[in-house]
């Protein structure tokens, strides 16, 4: 197992597109998390999975966004009609049942132009 | 509400010299504690964490911390600084209640000069 692996590493779309990012977490694992980070600041919370349920989700997490774990495997975060502000790095981890400290995966990053 | 406040947003060291960042938290109930590193363009790696067991807790790369209830910190440390370090650190929070939700300071840029 190589750890949490997320697809693609750079995405560059224009406004008002939609997009979607994938993550594979560790195997093992059955707790899934999404984070976002913009420049200069530290990872915000978005939502977290527990198998295939979605138990948390963030305020951040406008009705544009969306993320589904389907079968308690990988996990996308899909974002719908981008705007600028949406650009930055999406951190997917996982972590096994007791959930004290992640595995984060290298993040995708976003440019909406 | 939990929140971590990290004082410094860049701090300078020479090499061999001793490392400190400040974190501090705020939290109503009993916290786990984590100090994370990021380096340009990757993801976070985990550096140590406190689960409220021994407070001086020991990480990767001769990093460690110390939990002060009394002062509300944990701060981390270094002896000796070397040039790899130069990174990203981030303090980040989280209840003992749900241990899910991480809630990260806006991070310490370290930089390790000759």
């Known amino acids: 197992d190589t750890g949490v692996s997320q697809d693609p590493r750079h995405k560059i779309t224009k406004r008002g597109q939609n997009v979607t990012f994938r993550c594979d977490p560790i195997s093992e694992h059955n707790r899934l998390y999404w984070y976002r980070q913009t420049l200069g600041q530290g990872p915000e919370f978005l939502t977290y999975f527990q198998n295939e349920a979605q138990l948390e989700k963030s305020r951040l997490l406008s009705d544009r966004f969306s993320a589904e774990r389907p079968k308690g495997s990988f996990s996308t975060l899909e974002i719908q009609r981008t705007e600028q502000g949406d650009s930055a790095m999406y951190l997917c981890?996982?972590?096994?049942?007791?959930?004290?400290?992640?595995?984060f995966g290298s993040g995708t990053r976003l440019t909406v132009v | 509400a939990q929140s971590v406040t990290q004082l410094g947003s860049h701090v300078s060291v020479s090499e061999g010299a001793l490392v400190l960042l400040r974190c501090n938290y705020s939290s109503s109930v009993p916290p786990y504690l984590f100090w994370y590193v990021q380096y340009p363009n990757q993801g976070l790696q985990l550096l140590l964490k406190?689960?409220?067991?021994?407070?001086l807790v020991k990480g990767i790369n001769g990093f460690e911390a110390e939990f002060k209830k009394s002062e509300t910190s944990f701060h981390l440390t270094k002896p000796s600084a070397h040039m790899s370090d130069a990174a990203e650190y981030f303090c980040a929070v989280s209840d003992t209640g749900t241990a899910s939700k991480l809630t990260f300071g806006t991070g310490t840029r370290l930089q390790v000069t000759l």
């Open positions: 406190y689960t409220s067991a021994a407070t």
């Open positions: 981890a996982s972590s096994s049942g007791g959930g004290i400290g992640y595995t």
